[in-house]
């Protein structure tokens, strides 16, 4: 195997609409530490993309009777009629040893967008149910993945008795309900507080700090995956 075919790989799903964001300088600053660490790096933009995050009836041809989303998607797993275009996305993702979720955190949450592209790539049959189990029994159980978001808040409104709540609180149903579901060991999320506060110098110290963050968790599973 050559070190090439040998290198890990890691998808990151960003999701700002505003290319010059500091969420979007701060995915390219991941990608290219990931890259720097020798993993082969795809990065899927959704906004870029114009990616359509609603589940819908629409996407799985006729339906009879009442239309029960993963029950259509394990059906068209099975038959082989995923949308070309989720079958895509979801070919990436169980590609990846690495899955990084970018965003900014939006009403303590993903955006829309990103909730979306779970809820469509996330398919039942494919990454969990049917012939997969859920936790460490789903197909992408010895995979890892991370969160890399802005906030609006400063760090010490979400800690524990801060104005905001602590942030674990708020990331136990994406870092539990969604991404351990379907078998991933979580890595620590990576976090700049309120950027639109900073100064230019802050911004750029902030993505220092990202760049080291990043190269360690690039570390930790580039060790696991060799």
Known sequence: MSTFDAAPTALIVHAHPEPHSFS?????????????????????DLYSEGWTPALGREEFGPVEGHFKPQAEQQRAVKDGTLDAV??????RLLAADLLVLSFPLWWFSLPAILKGWVDRVFVMGAVFGGDHGLFGDAALAGKRAMLLFTTGGSSESFRPGGALGAMDDFLFHIHRGMLEFVGYQVLNPVVTHAPARMTDRERAAALDTVRESIALAAAEVGAAVR
């Open 24 to 44: 979007t300088a701060q995915m390219a600053t991941a990608a290219q530490a990931l890259r720097d660490a020798g993993y082969r790096v795809d990065v899927l």
């Open 86 to 91: 989720v079958k895509a996305h979801l070919d």
